[in-house]
């Protein structure tokens, strides 16, 4: 048996007016989803534990079956795995977003433009990011460069109590009542101000400016945490498996839990991703011995973060063709015996452009064990009918792994 998670982060909505009060699972043309929805089972799954915000992080622990509230400790240590960061064991790393910021205002008066500074560049972000290595960084803090706008920042020593906002959960609104708080929050603020000074005026952004983009003028700092310590997913489930995504957040925590990262090449984070390149690599993956593939799309919630209706429901119409319906066709004409589990993180409301934490639907296809049923169809409305809640997300994996 080989089993593959198709994650589209974000996928799940409110009713949205331009929808004609449909959600944008319901609004979108969904055929190969809608046969595994009717093929299969369907239901709703609660992946975000009671307290906890709804986050990817939190989110994507669960689905991939570790409970929060024992292995969660902060979302910034996933992408510094990723990034071949080893934290210490007195490390609290940080996410660091280059980020868009109002130009005219002092410091606590301006808007959040846009959390990802108009997808910039890997390449320009790395000349920004040393840029502040060269001005912010100190024996005990250092910034590391990742991916477009995603970074690091590693402070040994940290407290672990802070409060912080993240940047696509404030688009538009004033950052004074969202800056960093907590017994050392002046510590993060000053690094925060002092890189509007340095980066407003960098070469890098005076170009972006000139071609019409948006300057990545700050940094942003939130998903403080420290190291956790998974339980390997082969020992946990006795599987081989492999991680395929954009995000360092995921490729982090499938490191952790001890499962293969393959990067694929042009593969974004966007709706310009490299669908096709991420099938081939979960396909090779399962014929070359691994039992269990997590493959993890985030472009339906980049568009929503980014209030991008039309491009949400591109995203999702793009995975249902360019990857459920590959490759369903591919595993059936090989003769292979498969599950499939079609799912969601977490609602990202196009209305709203952030995360909640409401249940998601999920559909999980056995290939030899089907039950038609075509009133269902995967999304919201239809995942509620059936009655079915897997109120602790966590036991999700367990359920369709076929463990006890």
Request: net charge negative; aromatic share 10%.
């Amino acid at each position: 048996m080989k089993y593959i998670v198709v994650l589209g982060d974000g996928m799940a909505d409110y009713p949205f007016a331009e929808f004609g009060g449909k959600t944008a699972l319901e609004y979108a043309s969904t055929p190969n989803f809608d046969r595994l929805a009717s093929e299969g089972e369907l239901g709703l799954v609660q992946t975000i534990p009671e307290g906890f915000p709804p986050g990817s992080d939190t989110a994507n622990l669960s689905v991939i079956g570790y409970n929060p509230l024992n292995y969660y400790t902060g979302r910034s240590p996933f992408e510094a795995a990723s990034m071949g960061i080893d934290l210490k064991p007195g490390d609290v790393s940080f996410r660091c977003n280059l980020v868009t910021l109002s130009p005219d205002e002092p410091y606590p008066k301006k808007k959040m433009i846009d959390y990802c500074s108009g997808e910039i560049s890997t390449e320009e972000a790395k000349e920004l990011i040393d840029a502040l290595k060269g001005e912010l960084e100190t024996e005990c803090m250092k910034i590391y460069a990742g991916f477009r706008y995603r970074h690091v920042m590693v402070w040994e020593g940290a407290s672990d109590q802070w409060q912080l906002t993240p940047p696509h959960d404030i688009s538009g609104r004033v950052i004074e009542h969202y800056l960093p708080a907590g017994s050392e929050a002046v510590t993060l603020l000053d690094l925060m101000e002092k890189s509007y000074t340095i980066l407003a005026n960098h070469p890098v952004n005076q170009e972006r400016l000139e071609r019409g983009l948006k300057p990545a003028n700050s940094i942003w700092i939130w998903g403080d945490g420290k190291k956790p310590l998974l339980p390997l997913f082969k020992e946990k489930y006795g599987l081989s498996g492999a991680v395929i995504s954009a995000v360092d957040l995921i490729k982090g925590l499938g490191l952790f839990a001890g499962l293969e990262r393959i990067d694929v090449e042009g593969a974004t984070g966007d709706i310009d991703t490299n669908f096709e390149g991420k099938v081939s690599a979960a396909l090779e993956a399962l014929n070359r011995g691994h039992d269990f593939v997590y493959l993890h799309i985030e472009a339906p919630d980049e568009c929503s973060h980014r209030f991008e209706a039309k491009n949400k429901i591109k995203a999702i119409e793009l995975i249902d063709e360019k990857v459920v319906q590959v490759i369903r066709k591919e595993l059936e004409e090989n003769g292979t015996d498969f599950s499939i589990l079609l799912v969601t993180d977490h609602a990202t409301p196009l209305s709203l452009g952030t995360h909640t934490s409401e249940p998601v639907p999920y559909a999980i296809y056995r290939s030899s064990n089907k039950h038609v049923d075509c009133t269902r169809n995967f999304n919201e409305v239809s995942a509620l009918k059936t009655g079915r809640l897997i109120k602790e997300g966590y036991t999700l994996m367990d359920y369709f792994l076929g463990r006890p």
